[in-house]
């Protein structure tokens, strides 16, 4: 009698199960890619063909309202035709008028994330831009929103660098395009008085969120990372390793404005990284100042002279309060004569029982 397969003791066997689980889980993923892109290029060719009748035929909007009707009645038990989403495939395929642009990127991402670039964005460009990155980072739907409303784009790239100087290419390229500026630590709870220590601990309590605003391929190593140079320890604020650029990246955090000899440190942290952790065949490492602000010119004055990749970007760590807000909210003073008011008025309603 045949042995039943989970007691196989075969090491060769449970090889063979694994391989067919991957392969199973990797035809499932391929299945679900395949099924999004029809479903995504069928319904940009409805859109297309919403506007076209509605040019040639001259109908008005009314018809996407008899359409999703008529197409629910023909396909009971197939979601997605009902009129408000009829008008996200008419806007859609407006959007975009080339099928090429559809298949190659917008066909790889579901459905509604193509709903959320249309309402959040108004310029294609970006709309392509994000929607590449979602590609590229496997990005949920809430965390393109997040990516989006934080401003990433302009952020990408924007940090003041001397990589295109020190660093070959295409890594000076690659390098530069992964530092933002200003990084978004709203999902820190201190205060913009807190101390370096307490927004580096901040980060490490929060550090999902922290490599979800670094980007694709940071790897954490740890914070207050030592260094024994000439029997003398020093601590790196936060190191991680690139698994694209295939370097090591220190990160300096700076509570205040940049100063001059910020660059001069981390030159000197960088230097010690290569020569203590790099290996045969990892890059140059980089070190990224974030620092609360910076001015422009002082910062390009103080990289001039180093020959270590540094970057220098700031961080904000909420979101300003618009200023008709602003403007409405009780200073300190009220509060407190509003508190003072409230503990007299305790005091007197004890004393009258």
Known sequence: MPRQSSFFPDTNYADFLDGLKQRIRLAQIKAALAVNRE???LYWQIGQEILSRQQKNG???????????????????????????????RAFAESYPDEP???????????YHNIALLEKLKSREQRLWY???????????????????SNLYQRQGGAITNFERVLPS????????????????DFLTISKDAHERELER???????????????????LG????????????????????????????????????????????????AAVDNLLRGDRDDPTIGIILCKSKNKTIVEYA???????????????????????????????QLEMELSNAVKEVEDDTEDE
Not at 101 to 109: D, K, P
Not at 131 to 149: D, H, K, P
Not at 309 to 331: F, R
């Open 59 to 89: 109908w008005g909007a009314k018809i996407i309202d008899q359409l999703a009707k008529d197409l629910k009645r023909e396909f009971p038990e197939v979601s997605g035709f009902s009129s408000r989403n009829l008008k996200y495939m």
């Open 223 to 270: 914070s207050q990372y030592p260094l024994v140079v000439s029997d003398k320890e020093y601590r790196l604020d936060l190191l991680f390793y690139h698994v694209r650029l295939h370097c090591y990246i220190v990160i300096d955090l700076k509570m205040g404005e940049f100063e001059p000899q910020h660059s001069g440190q981390m030159s000197f942290y960088v």
């Open 39 to 41: 479903l995504v290029l």
């Open 101 to 111: 642009i559809v298949q190659e990127v917008l066909a790889q991402i579901p459905w």
């Open 303 to 333: 990289l001039q002279g180093s020959q270590q990749p540094i970057g220098v970007s700031t961080y904000q760590l909420q979101a300003q309060l618009p200023p008709n807000i602003q403007e409405n909210l009780p200073t300190v003073e």
């Open 131 to 149: 929607a590449q990155e979602t590609v590229s980072n496997g990005w949920s739907r809430n965390v393109l929103v997040l990516q989006i409303e």
């Open 202 to 220: 901040g980060l490490t309590d929060h550090i999902r969120d922290f490599l979800l605003e670094l980007g694709l391929g940071f790897s954490f």
């Open 170 to 185: 295409p890594q000076s390229d690659l390098a530069q395009q992964l530092i933002k500026s200003p990084y978004n630590f």
